[in-house]
C-alpha cells in the first residue's frame, strides 16, 4: 500500500498552530527560528501571539503554514518517524506544494520560506478592481461553474479549487464572485463565504510575470524515493 503526506494551503492557518510542537521538540523549534532568520522578521512570535488579520496576509500566511508543516515533520522525525521510509508520495493544496518540495528534500527550510514570502508579495500584482476569492463553498464542481458563470456579467468569476466532491471554490473580481454566492445562497447550493484573495484565476496572470530573484542558497534535489 502507498502512503502520501498531503500539506495544506492557505486558509489553514490559525494563531498559535504549531507552538506546542516547538516547545516539545527542539527540531520543530529550530524550523521556526530558521524561517524567522530567512525572513528577517520574528514570524513565529506573529504565529503564535498575533493578530489572526495580519497572519492571514498572504506573504505571512504562506510561510507560516509552511514553517508549521515543517515543524510537524520534524517532529515526526524526533519521534523516530522517518517520512521517506513511511511515505512514497509528498503532495500539496496551493501552496503546500513548497511544503511538499521542502519536506522531500528538494528545497531547504530557509529557501522555501523566501520563495513563499516572494510568492505571497507577487500576488499584489493583481489588478485593483479584483477582489476575493469566493471561499469553501459547500458545493460540488459542476454547481460551483454554474454558479460561477451566473455570476460573471462580463467580469471574472471562474472555478478556482476543486477541494472533494462536495467542496469547490470559485474566484474573480469582488462584485461577480459576490453575485455567485447569493446565485448559490439563493439555490441553498452552498454555505459559504468570501475571503480577500483572488488566487487560482485569471486575475493572478500579472503575478506570473513577476521576476524572480535568485535565491542566496544553491537549491538541491533529493527525491523522496530512490
Not at 93 to 98: A, R, T, V
Not at 121 to 143: I, V, Y
Not at 155 to 164: F, G, K, L, R
Not at 172 to 195: H, L, N, P, Q
Amino acid at each position: 500500500m502507498s502512503r502520501a503526506f498531503i500539506f495544506p494551503g492557505q486558509g489553514a492557518q490559525t494563531i498559535g498552530m504549531g507552538r506546542d510542537l516547538a516547545q516539545s521538540y527542539a527540531p520543530a523549534r529550530a524550523v521556526f527560528e530558521e524561517v524567522d532568520e530567512a525572513l528577517g522578521q520574528n514570524l513565529s512570535q506573529l504565529i503564535w501571539e498575533g493578530d489572526i488579520e495580519e497572519l492571514t496576509l498572504t506573504a505571512n500566511a504562506q510561510p507560516a503554514l509552511m514553517a508549521t508543516s515543517m515543524a510537524a515533520v520534524r517532529a515526526l522525525e524526533a519521534e523516530g518517524f522517518a517520512l521517506k521510509d513511511y511515505a512514497r508520495f509528498v503532495a500539496g493544496h496551493s501552496l503546500g506544494e513548497y511544503s511538499a518540495l521542502c519536506a522531500a528534500g528538494s528545497l531547504s527550510v530557509a529557501d522555501t520560506a523566501r520563495l513563499l514570502r516572494i510568492r505571497g508579495d507577487d500576488a499584489k500584482a493583481t489588478p485593483k478592481r479584483a477582489g476575493g476569492d469566493g471561499g469553501h463553498f459547500g458545493f460540488g464542481f459542476r454547481h460551483r461553474g454554474r454558479c460561477g458563470r451566473c455570476g460573471c456579467r462580463g467580469e471574472i468569476c471562474q472555478a478556482a479549487n476543486d477541494n472533494d466532491p462536495a467542496q469547490g471554490e470559485i474566484s474573480g473580481d469582488a462584485a461577480a464572485v459576490e453575485r455567485a454566492v447569493e446565485i448559490a445562497k439563493a439555490r441553498r447550493e452552498t454555505g459559504g463565504y468570501v475571503v480577500s484573495a483572488l488566487f487560482h484565476c485569471a486575475l493572478m496572470q500579472p503575478a506570473a510575470g513577476m521576476p524572480w530573484p535568485r535565491l542566496a542558497d544553491d537549491a538541491y534535489c533529493a527525491p523522496l524515493c530512490p
